[in-house]
């Protein structure tokens, strides 16, 4: 089973930066495609970012593509989302994803097998 845990969240100005982490345990991370998600209140839980097991694929979002680029330390066990230029609009909990399978669309909530509990992001204008 595997444990996710997201840390980074907070409240900042319209035009600031925050950086996510999302620390894995309980399985082998290198192996897993990971995924940021976020949901609004009221709102859908929507995808924001993917990248492969080695992180040479990344997938985003037309909203944040320029804006956030995701990452991650496989010896760290940890996928990062650094957001750059947030607007009002990013305001949401973001979650953290692991996916095992090579053959399951990123962009999609069910795709993923684990999930994080959530980090409150707020950028006030």
């Known amino acids: 089973q595997v444990r996710l845990v997201e840390s980074g969240g907070g409240l900042v100005q319209a035009g600031g930066s925050l950086r996510l982490s999302c620390t894995a345990s309980g399985g082998t991370f290198s192996s897993y495609r990971m995924g940021w998600f976020r949901q609004a209140p009221g709102k859908e839980r929507e995808f924001v970012a993917a990248l492969s097991q080695s992180g040479g694929y990344t997938r985003y979002v037309d909203s944040v593509k320029g804006r956030f680029t995701i990452s991650r330390d496989n010896a760290k066990n940890t996928v990062y989302l650094q957001m750059n230029s947030l607007k009002p609009e990013d305001t949401a909990v973001y979650y953290c994803?692991?996916?095992?399978?090579?053959?399951?669309?990123?962009?999609?909530?069910?795709?993923?097998?684990?999930w994080g509990q959530g980090t409150q992001d707020t950028v006030s204008s």
């Open positions: 994803a692991a996916q095992p399978s090579n053959f399951r669309d990123l962009a999609l909530v069910g795709s993923y097998d684990y």
